[in-house]
């Protein structure tokens, strides 16, 4: 709204030029007014979409310093593993040298000794006896010289081809009574013919002794050896176990047979 410049000289308009001039003051200060409000709330909005852009700014800034950090650490934890995995397979085959260097020469001293040895065997002549296994050997047995009992025990049952026991079944073995678990012996030098079961006598081994000759022993358990090995006399070829029906009225024992060309012989008149 403009100013009014003129006014007259009178008093009426005087009057009027009075009140044009305070209505133009009052409309021009509403609007500086208003004009001083609308900048003020700018300058607030403004103020605050600083702090807000502020704010994001130290928030980003601060991830990316977490970010760096942890990456930092990473490759320091890497590092440190590194290092250490070396330090282990160093010392490792620092170890296996030191092994190698003390088992080296005792492998060579070992070797040393069985060449010395089987010099001094082929210089004295001596003849190398076969161990006991399923190396070949010549099976050779003597009917003079005898057998060991294969347990200690009282013979309960005599060997008995011309009476009748048991129901009218002949005896061609002899029965030694014997606690389970009882240890029986191989009564003379010979080879593992077979290991059997059968309902009479249980677990049954025979040996080969040679010259037609075969042991018997029944009533077993766990045979410490295998069919095709040699054994010499005295060596454990198994226990005593329960006794199978046929035999149990004379409690648990030993049942031995010897045979001559596939006959049953008496093996009292061979104990020694």
């Given at each position: 709204?403009?100013k009014?410049?003129?006014?007259g000289?009178?008093?009426?308009?005087?009057?009027?030029?009075?009140l044009?001039?305070k209505?133009?003051?009052?409309k021009?200060m509403?609007k500086n007014?208003?004009?001083?409000?609308?900048?003020?709330?700018k300058?607030?909005?403004?103020?605050?979409t600083?702090?807000?852009?502020?704010a994001?700014?130290?928030t980003?800034?601060y991830?990316?310093?977490q970010?760096?950090?942890?990456?930092?650490?990473?490759q320091e934890?890497?590092a440190?593993?590194?290092?250490?995995?070396q330090?282990?397979a160093?010392?490792?085959?620092?170890?296996?040298?030191?092994?190698?260097s003390?088992?080296?020469?005792?492998?060579?001293?070992?070797?040393?000794?069985e060449?010395?040895?089987e010099?001094?065997?082929?210089?004295s002549?001596?003849?190398?006896?076969?161990?006991?296994g399923n190396?070949?050997?010549?099976?050779?047995?003597a009917?003079e010289?005898?057998i060991?009992?294969?347990?200690?025990?009282?013979v309960?049952l005599d060997?008995?081809?011309?009476s009748?026991?048991?129901?009218?079944?002949?005896?061609?073995a002899v029965?030694?009574?014997?606690?389970?678990?009882s240890?029986?012996?191989?009564?003379a030098?010979?080879?593992?013919?077979?290991?059997e079961?059968?309902?009479?006598?249980?677990?049954t081994?025979?040996?080969?002794?040679?010259?037609g000759?075969l042991?018997?022993?029944?009533?077993?358990?766990e045979p410490?050896?295998?069919?095709?090995d040699?054994v010499?006399?005295g060596?454990?070829?198994g226990y005593v176990?329960e006794p199978?029906?046929?035999y149990?009225?004379?409690?648990?024992?030993?049942?031995?047979e010897?045979?001559?060309d596939?006959?049953?012989?008496?093996?009292?008149?061979?104990?020694e």
């Amino acid at each position: 709204m403009n100013k009014p410049s003129e006014c007259g000289n009178t008093i009426v308009n005087s009057s009027k030029c009075i009140l044009l001039n305070k209505q133009w003051t009052v409309k021009n200060m509403r609007k500086n007014h208003g004009w001083a409000a609308f900048w003020q709330k700018k300058q607030y909005i403004i103020a605050g979409t600083l702090v807000i852009l502020a704010a994001v700014g130290m928030t980003v800034l601060y991830s990316r310093g977490q970010e760096q950090e942890r990456k930092q650490l990473e490759q320091e934890i890497a590092a440190e593993m590194d290092t250490e995995n070396q330090n282990v397979a160093m010392e490792e085959e620092t170890e296996a040298d030191q092994v190698a260097s003390i088992l080296k020469p005792q492998t060579q001293s070992t070797e040393t000794a069985e060449v010395e040895k089987e010099s001094e065997e082929a210089d004295s002549g001596q003849e190398e006896v076969a161990p006991t296994g399923n190396t070949s050997q010549a099976l050779h047995f003597a009917a003079e010289d005898g057998i060991l009992w294969p347990m200690e025990g009282n013979v309960i049952l005599d060997y008995s081809m011309d009476s009748t026991v048991d129901q009218y079944k002949y005896n061609p073995a002899v029965i030694i009574a014997g606690d389970v678990n009882s240890k029986v012996y191989a009564v003379a030098k010979g080879k593992i013919q077979s290991i059997e079961t059968n309902e009479v006598t249980g677990c049954t081994v025979t040996e080969d002794l040679g010259d037609g000759y075969l042991a018997v022993y029944g009533q077993l358990k766990e045979p410490e050896f295998a069919v095709g090995d040699y054994v010499e006399a005295g060596h454990v070829i198994g226990y005593v176990t329960e006794p199978t029906k046929y035999y149990s009225v004379e409690g648990s024992n030993l049942y031995f047979e010897l045979r001559k060309d596939g006959v049953p012989v008496d093996p009292i008149e061979f104990f020694e």
